[in-house]
């Protein structure tokens, strides 16, 4: 029963943030919920952390692989952070409809 826990626990919980990480797609891109994906990104951190622990005493490299994608997920959370904090009227038109004045997110040329 143990060694079943042992390698699926940091599976399930390797799944779990990358289930968190296509979520963050979804709420911050396409709702343009900036205060969610704030605190969806926060969890997120977190997952990944317990990840990188549970993983290394299974395998190290795998562990060690997942640390640019742990500094990613720390910078992605500073620019949400950043957007959500320059757009204060986001949540206003979220939840009204209203026209925004400053929309950030569309004003981003790719």
């Given at each position: 029963s143990s060694g079943i826990n042992a390698e699926y626990g940091p599976l399930a919980v390797f799944w779990t943030q990358l289930i968190f990480n296509f979520a963050w797609v979804f709420i911050?891109?396409?709702?343009?919920?900036?205060?969610?994906?704030?605190?969806e990104m926060?969890?997120?951190?977190?997952?990944?952390?317990?990840t990188i622990i549970l993983f290394y005493p299974v395998n190290r490299t795998a562990a060690g692989l997942l640390l640019p994608y742990l500094a990613w997920i720390v910078f992605a959370t500073a620019l949400n952070f950043?957007?959500?904090?320059?757009?204060?009227?986001?949540?206003?038109?979220?939840?009204?409809?209203?026209?925004?004045?400053?929309?950030?997110?569309?004003?981003i040329e790719l």
């Open positions: 911050f891109g396409m709702a343009h919920e900036l205060g969610w994906a704030l605190i926060v969890a997120l951190f977190f997952l990944l952390c317990a950043s957007l959500w904090r320059l757009n204060p009227v986001a949540a206003t038109v979220a939840a009204t409809g209203a026209p925004q004045v400053v929309d950030v997110l569309e004003s």
